[in-house]
Each structure stands twice: as structure tokens, then as C-alpha cells.
């Protein structure tokens, strides 16, 4: 019993981490963020710029496209470095 709880858990836990990086892969990083309510964005943003006061807020014009500050491909790598270590720390969690 123990080891098919455990084997369903994996499977579970695989094919979550799959449908979430088929998700990040398949639409764009800032799509992503502004669309999913899940992430908590003033978390990831104070890990992209952490020593940026207004992180969220600063995320928050990026995403929305307000201002003069523009979503970059620097913006989504640090995005995406961001939320794969997210991940890693789900993925410690669960074994």
C-alpha cells in the first residue's frame, strides 16, 4: 500500500511539473505571470531585484506595459531563474 501511495504521489508530482513547465514553455513567461493568480507576484519580484524597495510595484508597470519600462528578455530570464527555484524547493518538499 505504502509503495503505491508513494508511486501515485510521484506520478502526481511529475505530471504537475509537466503541465506547469508545458504551460511556461508554451506561453510566454509575462503572459504567464499576469495571468496566473496563484503566483504571488511581490514574491518574485523581490527575488528578481532584491534590492529594489518597490520590486512589486516596479514588476507590476513591467507587466502591465504602464510607463517607460518595458518587459525585457533580461526581465523573463530572471523571471523564469525565479520560478525555477520555486520549483526546485516544491520538488524538495514532496520527496
Do not use: H
Amino acid at each position: 500500500m505504502y509503495n503505491l501511495c508513494f508511486t501515485f504521489q510521484n506520478i502526481l508530482y511529475i505530471f504537475c511539473c509537466t503541465l506547469f513547465f508545458t504551460y511556461i514553455c508554451c506561453m510566454d513567461v509575462k503572459e504567464f505571470l499576469k495571468t496566473n493568480p496563484d503566483i504571488n507576484l511581490a514574491s518574485i519580484a523581490s527575488k528578481m531585484w532584491p534590492t529594489n524597495k518597490s520590486a512589486k510595484t516596479y514588476l507590476s508597470r513591467k507587466l502591465s506595459g504602464e510607463g517607460d519600462r518595458p518587459w525585457t528578455d533580461k526581465d523573463a530570464a530572471r523571471a523564469k531563474e525565479v520560478l525555477k527555484q520555486l520549483s526546485d524547493e516544491i520538488q524538495r518538499l514532496l520527496e
